[in-house]
């Protein structure tokens, strides 16, 4: 069972995982923001809005009654493509939604932290698995593949 301390560190392990995605998307040269290593890759836009979505995924779990959710994010969705101020805004959105996540996950207490969610799928988790699971361990994923991207358009090896 999850309690309160290991909440605090959730929240702030939340907190630092957004701000080393930031760091790595600030890295991103001007004008690359739909640069796709190929035609079924996510380009570095798609990417932070994958990130968005996930996090109004969790806000709405968070915040409402809801307790089913449909994984529907990832190589279904379309591409996208921005220019350079909807992408500056994106990276707003996604600095302003870590802080807010880091928030929400602070307040849970801990009764709701091990309240049980279910995929469409009937698989059961506990908030605390799909904010590790599908939150946290989810974006550090996509943070790796940002990383290697701009090892790419650095042309490091």
């Known amino acids: ?60 779990l968070s915040t409402t009654n809801a307790r089913e959710f449909k994984w529907q994010l990832g190589s279904d969705e379309v591409p996208i493509n921005v220019d350079a101020s909807t992408y500056k805004t994106m990276l707003q959105t996604l600095k302003r939604y870590g802080k807010k996540r880091s928030t929400l996950i602070s307040e849970f207490d801990d009764k709701t932290i091990n309240d049980v969610l279910h995929d469409s799928e009937g698989n059961q988790m506990t908030y605390w698995w799909f904010i590790m699971r599908k939150v946290l361990e989810h974006e550090t994923y996509h943070r790796g593949q940002i990383a290697a991207y701009l090892k790419v358009l650095k042309g490091e090896q």
């Open 1 to 60: 069972m999850v309690t309160g301390n290991k909440i605090e560190e959730l929240a702030l392990l939340s907190e630092q995982i957004r701000g080393l995605t930031l760091k790595r998307l600030k890295e991103l040269p001007d004008g690359f923001m739909n640069w796709r290593l190929n035609n079924s890759a996510m380009s570095f836009a798609h990417l932070v809005q994958h990130l968005i979505d996930v996090d109004d995924l969790f806000f709405k």
